[in-house]
Structures are given as structure tokens and as C-alpha cells.
């Protein structure tokens, strides 16, 4: 767990997050802003055609943290952000589990709204995370999407 | 010397998490110098799927390296 400054924290567990700290953690004491976008990405039951019963998250823990730091501080230069939270989970996680969580206040909504989804849509796919899943056929690493690499390739665009 | 980190397929396959190298120039010749470890080390090395990250920093096969440096090579991620 790090504080990088005063309005952003970035961590990277393997223990579970409470949204509702998060939540106050980004209102408390916090009059300047008013919106407040959150996103939390859970493990699913079924991916690519095949039923999941657990999902195993492996990291590169020196460079996940440093990567996050420069996502969260790139959101900055392009959108008037106040507070940004960002957690995202390692270990064996069952279904349903929370794995990601990103938090961003702004006086404004359209400036929540952008920095949380660029935050979501470059932690997919630049942060050092991968998952590899348990199902009835046994343990498979995840393939990333060109889907998802697209996403993050259209924010260059705009 | 150089620290050579493996992450998730990439360190299953060559059934290694980490060895040290002596000195290479850039990237391109530490997967050249690793792909003389034998067949599944010149496949995964030479791979499109085989990032590198110098010192935390995803970077291309360019890159210089000194000795200190800490590579690593993982496949295309899949957090979040």
C-alpha cells in the first residue's frame, strides 16, 4: 500500500477493498468536487465459452505499481481530476470477487467519467497483470483481446 | 550483470522465474544470447507475444542496456 501524493492512491493487494471506504476516502472533507465516478471489475462465471470456477491474478509487482503511477498521472494532463483511487488485486480469487477499483472525483462529471473509463481502458492493457483461469477443463491463461488493445488505441485518437 | 525476469506463460514454458546474464548491448541481442538456451527459449524469445520491460518501462528491442538493469518479458497483458 502507497500514497503517491495527496489526492491519489494507488494500491496494489491481495486483500479484498470496501467500496463504501473508497467512496468516503474520495468525498470526506472534499467540497471542491462534485461528481464522483467509480468503476469495480469482478470475476465472472464464464469467459470465452468456458464455465470459470476461480480466477489466479499474477503481477510484476516492482513495475504494476509504477505503472498505475504514470496511467493515473497521464489522466491528469488530459482532464480536470480531483481525487484518484486505484486498486487492483493479485492472488486466487473466487467468483464474484472485486479484482479492480478505480475511484476519480472531479467538479465535474464529464471529466469523472473520461478519466475513469482511460484509467480502466489503460490498466488492461499496460499495467503487468495476468489472469489465468480455473475451469471444468482445467487451468488456461486468459488471451488478451484486440478489443480492449483497441480501446486503449482510440484515447491516442482523441 | 544483468537481472532477467520471467512472468505467467512466458515463465512456465522455459520453467524459469528469473536468471542473470552477462552484459548485452540492447534488448535485441539479450534474446538473441537467451534463444541459445535451447528450442522453447528461441521460440518464446523470438516470439511477437514476448514483451520486454526495462526497469519497469515496456520498451522495444532497441533499448540499451548496463549492467544493473532489471529486464523483464511477459506476454500481453490481462489485468483489470
Known sequence: MKSNSVSDYISVQSQDFDLKTEYQALTEHNQTDGAVVTFVGLVRDFNEGKSVTALHLEHYPAMAERSLQDIVAQARTRWSLGRIRVIHRFGTLSLSEQIVFVGVSAKHRGDAFGACEFIMDFLKTRAPFWKKEQSSEGLHWVDAKQSDANKADDWNQK | ?80
Open chain 2, 1 to 80: 550483470m544483468i537481472r532477467v525476469l520471467f512472468f505467467a506463460q512466458l515463465r512456465e514454458r522455459l520453467q524459469t522465474d528469473s536468471l542473470d546474464m552477462t552484459e548485452c548491448a540492447n534488448v535485441a541481442e539479450l534474446r538473441r544470447k537467451l534463444s541459445e538456451r535451447g528450442d522453447i527459449w528461441q521460440e518464446v524469445m523470438q516470439s511477437e507475444r514476448c514483451l520486454a520491460a526495462v526497469n519497469q518501462v515496456l520498451c522495444d528491442n532497441t533499448q540499451a542496456l548496463k549492467t544493473g538493469d532489471e529486464v523483464a518479458f511477459f506476454p500481453p497483458v490481462t489485468g483489470g
